[in-house]
């Protein structure tokens, strides 16, 4: 074995019984995207949005655009490229080849890079399974600052008890400072697991239904379709989170959200405002199409082109997908 290979590297083991976390930002630690780099990159993934039938991704243009990338240092489409060759997506699949351009990303100190690793050894990707290694090098990676890290351990650990069998653990002062610095970097993910963790009302475990709310909101703006999901269920029921009064109209459109977001994870909402603000405002007139709901709440954008046609769901980046979205 060659010690000096990153994938190699001596860690800390993980400790679910931590004391203290140091909230980092990921975009504080990584470095600048050259503009042209950053153009590639978007343009690869628009090439290969779930929202294309699979016959119409262009997987091996994207994976030529992404190594253009990857040769600037564009660490996004660094980690999308090593996902395409531990995939075999574009390319003849080598998990070796993968690993190295992984490592490549862990040389430059990207925390993302990090969180990648660990997941390539908890499927035993390129190198032997080890879930001891793969929980220490999501550690390192939330250390680091990767939000994707925190919101995967601030969800293991955000339980009233220990069942390791079970794979979650009773730590949730960290696990909410975790997921609070993920939520922070707009990570939807962990807007869910925090806004979940908290709806309620026992203070004395930090819950509060009306910032479960706020929060679970801005997990829809995140592109979390798991939180467009709860918030129709909330607003549908009348639930606590939702003040305890069914609206019907409001849980509408999140549901529409929802199987929008569902179908392409990569999708950001950042004006979500404008056509579903949180009561008590009044929601705005709408004429019920979907596109309409949907393009008032998205980013302008000068994308290149806007696939319009569902495919399968998608698999999240933690199990393989080959997209490292902007957010």
């Known amino acids: 074995m060659n010690d000096s290979l990153p994938r190699n590297m001596s860690l800390t083991a993980f400790n679910p019984h931590r004391t203290a976390f140091e909230c980092k ?35 091996k243009g994207a994976v030529d655009l992404w190594a253009k990338a990857a040769e600037r240092k564009h660490w996004k ?25 992984t490592e490549q990303a862990m040389k430059l100190g990207i925390p993302a890079a990090y969180d990648l690793m660990g997941t390539y050894y908890m499927d035993g990707m390129g190198v032997k399974q080890d879930a001891s290694r793969a929980y220490a090098f999501w550690q390192l990676a939330a250390d680091k600052g990767s939000p ?56 004395e475990l930090g819950e509060n239904n009306e910032r479960a709310l706020k929060t679970l909101h801005a997990g829809v703006k995140f592109g979390s379709a798991e939180s467009a999901g709860y918030l129709f269920g909330a607003f549908d029921d009348g639930d ?9 109209a ?39 199409k979907k596109e309409t709901l949907i393009d008032a709440a998205k980013a302008v954008t000068s994308a290149p082109a806007s696939p319009a046609k569902a495919a399968v769901p998608p698999v999240s980046l933690r199990t393989g997908r080959a997209h490292v979205p902007d957010g």
């Not at 090593?82 to 574009?90: I, R, S, T, V």
């Not at 606590?240 to 069914?246: D, I, L, T």
């Not at 994870?265 to 004429?287: G, I, Q, T």
């Open 25 to 59: 930002h990921e975009v504080d630690v990584a470095p600048p995207l050259d503009p042209e780099a950053d153009r590639w990159n978007q343009q690869a993934m628009v090439q290969t949005s779930a929202l294309l039938w699979p016959n119409q991704r262009d997987y």
């Open 240 to 248: 606590p989170v939702a003040g305890g009064v069914k609206d019907r």
């Open 77 to 101: 489409a660094m980690l999308n490229l090593a996902n395409a060759y531990a995939q075999g997506e574009g390319v003849d699949r080598d998990s070796e080849h993968a690993l190295q351009i």
């Open 250 to 288: 409001r849980a509408e459109r999140y549901s529409v959200l929802a199987d929008r977001l569902e179908r392409d994870p990569d999708l950001r909402l950042p004006n979500l405002d404008k056509m579903v603000p949180l009561p008590p405002a009044k929601l705005p007139k709408w004429d019920g």
């Open 148 to 203: 994707s890290a925190m919101a995967y351990l601030g969800g293991k650990m955000d339980a009233l008890y220990d069942d390791p069998k079970a794979g979650f653990w009773g730590n949730r002062k960290i696990a909410l400072q975790m997921l609070e610095c993920a939520v922070a970097q707009g990570n939807g993910r962990a807007a869910y697991v925090l806004g979940t963790t908290i709806a309620g009302d026992r203070a």
